[in-house]
């Protein structure tokens, strides 16, 4: 009788450690944090240049903006701006911080990020990968192959040849992890995914969140108008594949809010946080 009542003993004990998160040695991923922050404007910028078809006139001023993750023992970020002058002397940006200094103002020191998901080589994402300094940086293998030779020199013209060798430098000192193709878990909780061309092999990440899958977007659809018109971004290399991208974020996201743009002033407005340029998606 007593061995009888110990059995059943366990096995209720084994179904609450299932039903609480499995058996050990099978932890829950984390929960993340997704913030988006703002650290410039470019103002007046042609939206032709966004979404594919729109009118030659219209203009808008986009959000020069980076993704922080945030979960216990982890300071993510999802591309890390720019801040080299002569970026600032070619494009003129309003209201620019450095994003160290935005990070740093949110209470975030720079030195404590632990990694940046590149989502892509253009400057204005990748330039400030070096204001981190220990962070390890994840970017998709044949991106860096397509763009970064061994000697540190750009094997094509979407990167800058300060920031290809930046990324040269990262790699000989164990800093880069090439990520082997679509749909990798990266991190616990936080997936990448090919994107649409946007560059050779752009990616995006769907991030876990109390409230579902959060996809960070970046470059890979520039604007809400581009979900909402099932428009392609204009600088594409394949149209195509650039909406069959925003059609899969579509499918990924816990709900369509939780899609975010790379550079619409709007996603300031439809989430809120402790400053106009820092807002919590979830």
Not at 46 to 51: D, E, F, I, K, Q
Not at 115 to 138: E, K, R
């Amino acid at each position: 009788m007593r061995a009888s009542i110990r059995t059943r003993v366990a096995c209720v004990a084994l179904a609450l450690s299932i039903a609480a998160g499995g058996v050990q040695g099978a932890p829950r991923p984390p929960v993340w944090q997704v913030y988006a922050l703002r650290y410039a404007t470019v103002p007046a910028f042609p939206v032709r240049y966004l979404v594919a078809g729109a009118d030659t006139t219209r203009k808008t001023d986009i959000a020069m903006t980076f993704w922080l993750l945030r979960a216990p023992g982890r300071r993510v970020l999802v591309d890390a701006g720019f801040y080299r002058q002569k970026f600032l002397d070619d494009w003129k940006p309003a209201h620019f911080v450095r994003p160290s200094e935005a990070l740093a103002r949110f209470g975030i020191p720079p030195d404590s990020v632990t990694d940046i998901v590149v989502s892509h080589v253009h400057w204005d994402h990748l330039d400030g990968a070096d204001l981190f300094p220990n962070a390890t940086i994840w970017i998709q293998r044949a991106e860096y192959e397509h763009h970064v030779g061994d000697d540190g020199l750009p094997r094509a013209a979407a990167i800058d040849t300060v920031d290809a060798a930046m990324l040269a430098d990262f790699r000989r000192a164990g800093r880069v992890r090439l990520v082997e193709g679509d749909a990798q878990e990266i991190l616990p909780g936080v997936i990448a995914y090919i994107g649409g061309k946007h560059t050779f092999e752009s990616q995006y990440v769907g991030v876990q969140t109390a409230k579902g899958t959060v996809v960070v977007a970046s470059d890979n659809c520039y604007l809400y108008e581009n979900l909402e018109k099932h428009a392609a971004i204009a600088q594409t290399l394949d149209a195509a594949s650039n909406l069959r991208a925003q059609e899969r974020m579509k499918k990924l996201a816990a709900s369509p809010r939780l899609i975010v743009p790379g550079h619409d002033p709007a996603v300031f407005a439809r989430f809120h946080g402790p400053t106009a340029d820092v807002v919590k998606v979830e």
